[in-house]
């Protein structure tokens, strides 16, 4: 048995303490907002927060996360009020598939906690998720006026 | 090339347009259609107070727009919608959409048309049966309204889903009067607006279905659940062509959650387990034994070279033919002549390709994403073996598509797998390396170019000889002509409204050796207008500096008889300030080209340092007649410069004993957001056709950017992925 917080609420779940947390998000938690796009922490779609760390989760195994407070993409919002980048996601009408978006959020807010007021080079810096669709002016656009909202 | 929809009592047959198109697919009915209803649950449920098929309306006003096009990221279904809804003078913010499943659409005898979302098609070729739905809609409505008031529905005129009676002042809105008005009958040949009056559709309005995907609600395929479902991971033979051999199942049958080692078809062998991760777990630890078959040797070496012959090989398979391009060759004053070549490309599309299958004895039921329903539903009748009237196939969001979702071997598979497990719910999961090294590919192909100049740098003539790949021979060979691929010529016709040669050159020929190698091709975001855009446009401009001439000027030359493909090309040359120098060490391409009925161009600007390319601005233009929707076409064009650019830079698949070497992005990259140039958009709408507008300006990335970086470095790059020739992106 593992002990999985995720979004503020504890989970036990029996699984080989080697599963990626994002499996065991996924399939044994339900949560399927963060995404499966590569495995090998290339390509961002399964970011989640660990203790407030965007984290590839697809290669990130759940025994490590057995303390930490998880946030997923699912758990951004608070009290059913969206999280500002999700706001200005909205606004920007960045998302085109959307497959990819759950890991950009996550990515976005983590560089917004650090850098509140990113610069261009601050986001091409931290924002190396794939987006296969193209949406990167968008995403670009948005970052900049969720640090302004 | 047109698709002609055949009925008859037994047999219905599905058939597409041709480029990015699909299948012709004979779907053998259960004679029970005929005489009763298709079981509930093998449907969706649509909103009654049916208006036509296209609309419904809902008595609290909500406008239900039905939209059969798969929406993958693009936007036709928000476009469509605005079509609709345009016509219908819909109240915007009550507008929702709804899906017939395909089943539901054979019930219907097919009034719902093509599925398909491909080949740039959704919009370009639904556009006016669409209109006319939501315009005879609106005829209903106000007709149910004049008649409880007793007037003349001439006196009548909708707007904002309200109706008023003008002389009395009477107002009611759809949702009062949907019901009387589904009772009237369906008027035909409505007349339609001017699109200079559209007050929704042109205008530049958000997508419908954002809000679900940034809160991680959003159901794609991979999401999608039910009690008592089970898992599969699925290996191929690594060579195509190869099949299974043996397996040793009694070896991971007991690894925790493995319910079941079966084999798929000849070549292929899944797990099936409580979880996906168990599944895939235990296929790695699984020995299978393989007979590779007859293609253990090939290479892309190997290949290359095949390809290579058909450079000079006698052919009769011509795309364009003017005068005598040999005699204006062999007495040019000048020749120029170069080799291209073009890789195998991946999709890759995000969420790897899978479904969730259900078999009973008399039922089977799939849950997927798919670019074209009725392709699914078709691989999902024949893989289940039950007659139409006892399947049903089911939409959910597609994590990308880019062609690769046309195709429906992914459901197959999971029916062919849940039919081992009669009553089991099974979701079908390809692994990242098992979706890149067992897909279908962008087609190989390589290009030789010979020009003739006369004295004074006029082009007098130009062979181009393709030699490579023909996707149709594989994926649709009804759709050969004489055994010719019609589409290898994408972009280079002679006429017709898909995509014309748009140069002015007196003796021309284009022709195509075909070598198809046992890679298996596809249709791919562009698909050959890629690489026919990137030799021919690459070339014009080797030709016009082996003239000594600007590459504008020397393309204006030749393209007065091509005023839409010159309108673009223009357009770009004014942005991009082509008459006045560019930054200090920053150096421009420009290259124009049509295809899926519009027309693109682009300008590049790139700076080169070492390896590595800058790549500061691109100007792209597009007439796609009509622009339903500027913000979203927008999105589209920045969109296929990241997806061209990738391709061009850190794309490409190789070949190794016959099978694919890239198995994830590490070694089949995407551009990211320090990559990605500052792409803008010209929407130059002429309003007099209609064409495509998720793929064209792909066709412009590669050479707009590769003749920039010819302007900056005086290297011609003439073979692809540039990471092989280390180039980079800054
Ligand atoms: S799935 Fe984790 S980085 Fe791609
Ligand atoms: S929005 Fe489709 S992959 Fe990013």
Sequence with gaps: MVRLNINGKDHHIDVDPNTPLLWAIRENIGLTGTKYGCGIAQCGACTVHVDGVATRSCSYPVSAAANAKIVTIEGLAQNGILHKVQKAWIEHDVPQCGYCQSGQIMAAVELLKNKPKPTDADIDREMTNICRCGTFQQIRAAIHAAANA | ?730
């Design chain 2, 1 to 730: 090339m047109n698709f002609v929809p055949k009925m008859n009592r037994r047999a219905f047959v599905i058939g597409t347009a041709a480029a990015g198109g699909g299948l012709a697919l004979g779907i053998p009915f259960g004679g029970a259609l005929a005489q009763s209803a298709v079981a509930g649950d093998l449907h969706e449920q649509l909103t009654s107070n049916e208006l036509g098929i296209w609309v419904a309306i809902k008595p609290d006003d909500t406008v239900c727009i039905r939209v059969v096009r798969a929406e993958m990221g693009q936007g036709s279904q928000t476009g469509l919608a605005q079509l609709i809804a345009e016509e219908l003078e819909a109240d915007w913010s009550k507008v929702t959409t709804e899906y017939p499943t395909p089943a539901d659409n054979v019930k219907r005898k097919r009034a719902w048309g093509n599925y398909n979302s491909s080949g740039s098609r959704a919009i370009r070729e639904s556009h006016q049966y669409v209109r006319e739905g939501g315009a005879a809609a609106r005829m209903m409505l106000i007709l149910a309204a004049a008649n409880e008031w007793k007037v003349p529905a001439s006196e009548c005129t909708a707007s904002n889903s309200t109706i008023t009676h003008t002389a009395s002042g009477k107002t009611t809105t759809y949702g009062k009067v949907a019901e009387a008005a589904a009772k009237l009958p369906v008027p035909e040949k409505p007349a339609l607006k001017n699109p200079k009056d559209w007050k929704i559709a042109g205008k530049p309005l958000k997508r419908l279905d954002t809000a679900d995907k940034v809160v991680g609600k959003m159901m794609y395929s991979i999401d999608y659940t039910m009690p008592g479902m089970l898992s599969a991971a699925i290996k191929d033979c690594p060579v195509f062509g190869g099949k299974v051999t043996s397996f040793d199942a009694a070896k991971v049958s007991g690894m925790k959650g493995v319910k079941k080692v079966v084999q798929v078809d000849d070549k292929s062998v899944a797990v099936v387990a409580d979880t996906w991760w168990q599944a895939k777990t235990a296929l790695k630890a699984l020995p299978i034994v393989w007979d590779k078959g007859s293609n253990e040797k090939v290479s892309s070496a190997s290949i290359a070279k095949w390809l290579e012959e058909g450079l000079t090989a006698e052919t009769k398979f011509v795309g364009n033919k003017a005068g005598d391009a040999a005699a204006a060759i062999s007495g040019a004053a000048k020749k120029v002549e170069a080799i291209y070549s073009y890789p195998y490309q991946n999709h890759a599309c995000l969420e790897p390709m899978n479904a969730t299958a259900l078999y009973t004895a008399d039922k089977c039921e799939v849950w997927t994403s798919s670019q074209n329903g009725e392709a699914a539903y078709a691989a999902a009748i024949a893989a289940s073996g039950l007659p139409a009237d006892k399947v049903g196939v089911h939409r959910l969001m597609l994590g990308t598509g880019f062609g690769r979702r046309t195709r429906s071997d992914y459901v197959t598979e999971a029916v062919l797998i849940a039919k081992q497990m009669p009553g089991t719910p099974i979701k079908l999961l390809k692994s990242r390396e098992e979706d890149m090294t067992n897909g279908v590919y962008h087609p190989v192909t390589q290009c030789k170019l010979t020009g003739a100049l006369d004295k004074d740098g006029n082009v007098t003539g130009l062979h181009m000889r393709i030699s490579g790949q023909s996707i149709l021979a594989y994926a649709r060979p009804e759709a050969m002509q004489a055994g010719a691929d019609p589409i290898t010529f994408q972009g280079l016709n002679p006429g017709g409204a898909e995509g014309v040669f748009g140069y002015d050159i007196p003796n021309l020929l284009i022709d195509h050796s075909m070598r198809n190698p046992h890679i298996p091709p596809w249709f791919w975001r562009g698909v050959n207008n890629n690489q026919n855009a990137i030799y021919l446009e690459s070339f014009i401009d080797e030709m016009a500096h082996a003239a000594g001439q600007d590459p504008l000027v020397f393309r204006r030359k030749m393209m007065a008889k091509f005023p839409k493909h010159l309108g673009v090309l223009n357009a770009v040359a004014e942005r991009v300030g082509w008459d006045k120098p560019a930054p200090q060490g920053v150096f421009r391409g420009i290259c124009q080209h049509m295809g899926y009925g519009s027309y693109v161009a682009a300008a590049a600007e790139v700076s080169v340092s070492g390896n590595k390319v800058k790549m500061h601005r691109i100007v792209a233009a597009t007439n796609p007649g009509h622009a339903v929707n500027p913000a979203q076409i927008e999105r589209q064009i920045a969109g296929s410069f990241v997806y061209g650019l990738s391709a061009l830079f850190h794309g490409g698949i190789t070949i190794k004993d016959g099978a694919v070497v890239e198995t994830n992005f590490d070694t089949f990259g995407s551009i990211r957001m320090s990559e990605m140039p500052k792409v803008e958009s010209i929407i130059m709408p002429s309003n007099d056709f209609w064409g495509g507008v998720g793929e064209p300006t792909i066709f412009v990335a590669a050479p707009a950017v590769l003749n920039a970086i010819f302007a900056a470095t005086g290297k011609r790059y003439r073979t692809f992925p540039l990471k092989d020739q280390n180039l980079q992106i800054a």
